[in-house]
């Protein structure tokens, strides 16, 4: 074989091997996201305890069976978290369990035996992970807890229930922290450098990853840190990047209510490893309605949505990236918790923000997916205590909040139509 064919030869093979290395990642093509050269356009759900259930037995079947009927549906994006932090109460109130790292420095590595499960299954059937590294909330420990372990915050304080201002002025300090940044960022490079017990594959391999996200909504919760604070946004962004090559970075942000104006909202979703930026609506916490009254609110929270949405869209023509509506939600008819109530506001009101989802993509505008919050799936609340209680079912509603609030169970038939109708829209 003359040598020039068999250099040519392997060149080839090498291409080739290369090509199928690389493919199934999604990635950010002239502003869309793509996946094998075609759009990759979703909607998704919040299931942040997906992490969770495969450490039980129990917990694996409740998964698989979930997946199953979330891929029933159509759905094929979740956005999940991969960490908790700490042990015991947190603002007065119980936090997700188990905890990856339940003490400063102590890790249950166990934990990633479930998260390796997860995205196994949802490699299996295709789906993509969007997976959230830390929490600006107490309810999964989060910056808090780094806080705490760093003696900013005594374990008397953050036991009880902080005020407003309390955990402005408290979780502010995380990004002034050095060895808090450095501990969050310890694990990290341990999650991301992992290597899947079950397939064998590293996470920075593994298609079935969409992103890694640097927290689920971290806000500078006081404008006198904005400098560390994009500093920490920037540096943790390269940090993922440096490590992994395959995968999208983005922050986890709601929009410009928590960056302190949409011009920082620009800024910090122009920094080059950043690849896409994210916004999150919250009517009830926004006070766009008051106590029961969402359909005395519906004309202020339709109207608010739509300018929330759109701004950000004429933002992300400036920022020249891809964005997506990750969290939204209502709660059920006159603000009940009882899974027998209906679900019109909430169903008309998810109806209105995938159509905000579909006129963008038929424009070829930015947005470019909606994850709503969040799925209650087959978990079902215990209703002894408005709040989560160990032992309890994971419904979506974090610990913190009413269970049942905004979770969507398998039971929601109409809701469940709203999302597989918008669904079809977006994928022909």
């Not at 122009?270 to 999150?280: G, L, M, V």
């Not at 209906?342 to 505008?365: A, C, H, M, W």
Request: aromatic residues 12%; glycine residues 8%.
């Amino acid at each position: 074989m003359p040598r020039s064919f068999t250099l040519v030869a392997i060149l080839l093979f090498i291409s080739i091997f290369s090509h199928g290395q690389q493919q199934h990642f999604v990635t950010v093509k002239q502003e869309q996201f793509s996946v094998d050269g075609k759009p990759y356009r979703f909607i998704g759900a919040n299931y942040w305890f997906a992490g969770l259930l495969a450490s039980t037995e129990a917990g694996k079947k409740r998964l698989v069976k979930e997946l199953d009927f979330l891929v029933s549906q159509g759905v094929d994006n979740l956005r999940v978290m991969a960490v908790a932090e700490g042990t015991g109460l947190i603002s007065g109130v119980e936090r997700v369990q188990p905890a990856f790292q339940p003490e400063k420095g102590v890790y249950d590595t166990s934990l990633l035996k479930s998260l390796d499960f997860l995205l196994t299954e949802m490699g299996k059937r295709k789906m993509k992970a969007v997976l959230f590294l830390s929490n600006n909330w107490e309810w999964s420990g989060g910056f808090l807890q780094y806080i705490n372990w760093n003696g900013l915050l005594p374990d008397s304080v953050m036991r009880r229930k902080l005020s407003w201002d309390e955990q402005r002025d408290y979780t502010s300090k995380f990004y002034t922290c050095t060895p808090c940044v450095e501990q969050q960022k310890a694990v990290l490079k341990m999650i991301v450098n992992h290597t899947n017990s079950i397939s064998g594959k590293k996470y920075m391999d593994d298609p079935a990853i969409m992103s890694w996200e640097l927290a689920n909504e971290p806000r500078p919760m006081r404008p006198a840190v904005y400098k560390e604070y994009r500093q920490w946004i920037t540096s943790t962004a390269a940090l993922i990047k440096s490590l992994d090559k395959n995968h999208l970075v983005t922050t986890g942000m709601e929009g410009d209510i928590g960056t302190e104006g949409m011009q920082n909202f620009i800024a910090l979703h122009q920094d080059e490893n950043i690849d896409y930026a994210t916004i999150h609506i919250w009517p009830k916490n926004w006070g766009w309605f008051s106590d029961t009254s969402i359909t005395k609110g519906r004309d202020t929270i339709y109207k608010n949505t739509r300018d929330f949405i759109n701004r950000h869209e004429v933002a992300a023509n400036k920022i020249g990236k891809p964005l997506v509506i990750e969290e939204f939600g209502l709660p059920r008819d006159q603000h009940s918790f009882l899974l027998t109530s209906s679900t019109n506001s909430r169903d008309q009101y998810y109806d209105f923000v995938f159509e905000q989802l579909v006129k963008s993509i038929r424009k070829k505008g930015k947005i470019q997916g909606a994850n709503f919050w969040a799925l209650g799936g087959a978990g079902r609340p215990s209703y002894k205590k408005p709040l989560w209680q160990k032992g309890e079912d994971l419904l979506g509603d974090p610990p913190m909040e009413e269970q049942g609030l905004n979770a969507v169970f398998d039971t929601d038939t109409s809701t469940w139509k709203v999302i597989a109708d918008h669904i079809k829209k977006i994928k022909k």
